[in-house]
């Protein structure tokens, strides 16, 4: 069964880190640019941060700039999240998507297809 699941989201205080990880099954992430995007409630979903598996250039939203870091494993087929100096603005479900094309294009225009269950991160004290 070809899937992605999401993983690593809890409850943290503000300052407070978190890693989460996008787990992929029956497939390998080779070919893919991989993104992280979250959405809260009545809000739009936003693209945070993402990876090209294939050079591993990634991309940032400037929200998360220098807190958020992406990266892949070597058997390419997990995705992480490592968040550090997490913020209350920063709660939201979490999604890990694929597609094709740059980092920041994938980023920026949410790639099409249907989202996994996500993770939930929430930061408060």
């Known amino acids: 069964q070809v899937k992605l699941v999401e993983s690593g989201g809890g409850l943290v205080q503000p300052g407070g880190s978190l890693r989460l990880s996008c787990a992929a099954f029956g497939f390998t992430l080779d070919r893919y640019t991989m993104g992280w995007y979250r959405q809260v409630p009545g809000k739009e979903r936003e693209g945070v941060s993402c990876?090209?598996?294939?050079?591993?250039?990634?991309y940032h939203a400037d929200s998360v700039k220098g807190r958020f870091t992406i990266s892949r494993d070597d058997a390419k087929t997990t995705v992480y999240l490592e968040m550090i100096n997490l913020e209350p603005e920063d709660t939201a479900v979490y999604y890990c998507a694929p597609g094709l094309g740059t980092a920041q294009t994938m980023c920026v225009h949410l790639p099409a297809g249907s989202w996994g269950q996500g993770t939930q991160v929430t930061v408060s004290s």
């Open positions: 990876i090209k598996i294939s050079d591993g250039t990634s």
